[in-house]
Nanobody, 114 residues
Framework: QVRLVESGGGLVQTGGSLRLSCAAS????????MAWYRQAPGKQRELVAR???????NYADSVKGRFTISRDNAKNTVSLQMNSLKPEDTGVYYC????????WGQGTQVTVSS
């Protein structure tokens, strides 16, 4: 079993910043990638950013230049620095870890007020 615990969500004004963190614990080995997804009300869950064990990253077009994903392989943590936040960034943000299976955290709410 793998447990993912997210932290760092909250309420912020447009243009503000937040940093999300996710710590993985349990039977962890040979991680392929870690990522952040988000789900806005009434919308499907979407990929925000992903980082592989080798450090390769990819971002949703909507967050490029504003968000930065980083990872500590030794500690099995992944973070998402979010700058210049917009109301459309509002949603529940989920941490994802891929080994042979895909694991999900419980989610953390991010609300950006206009």
């Amino acid at each position: 079993q793998v447990r993912l615990v997210e932290s760092g969500g909250g309420l912020v004004q447009t243009g503000g910043s937040l940093r999300l963190s996710c710590a993985a614990s349990g039977s962890i080995f040979s991680i392929n990638s870690m990522a952040w997804y988000r789900q806005a009300p009434g919308k499907q869950r979407e990929l925000v950013a992903r980082i592989t064990t080798g450090g390769s990253t990819n971002y949703a077009d909507s967050v490029k230049g504003r968000f930065t994903i980083s990872r500590d392989n030794a500690k099995n943590t992944v973070s998402l620095q979010m700058n210049s936040l917009k109301p459309e960034d509002t949603g529940v943000y989920y941490c994802n870890l891929v080994m042979r299976l895909s694991w999900w955290g419980q989610g953390t709410q991010v609300t950006v007020s206009s």
